[in-house]
């Protein structure tokens, strides 16, 4: 039984700093790429960012570049994010996802992971 277990959300400032976890089981998953989404209130799911097996790849959406910072400790079985200079537009539900090279689909694409977590919502208030 694949687990995905996100953490670490909440509400900030805009300005302000959290840092997501998203801890998995059920499955060797340093082998696979992993990476987040998120979702806003009547907004389509989005790409937030990617990292591949080893951490040495990593990919963002333009509009975390520079804030965000995804990596990765496969001894733990775990992802995070860091989000730094939080904006009122970065609040959304989270969503952890593992891709185990099942689709060809682009990694910025909902339809190229396997497993998705719960979700963790991230308020941020201007």
């Known amino acids: 039984q694949v687990q995905l277990v996100e953490s670490g959300g909440g509400l900030a400032q805009a300005g302000g700093s959290l840092r997501l976890s998203c801890a998995a089981s059920?499955?060797?998953?340093?082998?696979?790429?992993m990476g987040w989404f998120r979702q806003a209130p009547r907004k389509e799911r989005e790409f937030v960012s990617a990292?591949?097996?080893?951490?040495?790849?990593?990919y963002y959406a333009d509009s975390v570049k520079g804030r965000f910072t995804i990596s990765r400790d496969n001894a733990k079985n775990t992802i995070y994010l860091q989000m730094n200079s939080l904006k009122p537009e970065d609040t959304a539900v989270y969503y952890c996802?593992?891709?185990?090279?099942?689709?060809?689909?682009?990694?910025?694409?909902?339809?190229?992971?396997?497993?998705w977590g719960q979700g963790t919502q991230v308020t941020v208030s201007s």
């Open positions: 996802v593992v891709d185990i090279g099942t689709s060809g689909s682009l990694y910025y694409t909902p339809e190229r992971y396997d497993y």
């Open positions: 059920g499955r060797t998953f340093s082998r696979y790429g």
């Open positions: 990292i591949n097996w080893s951490g040495g790849n990593v």
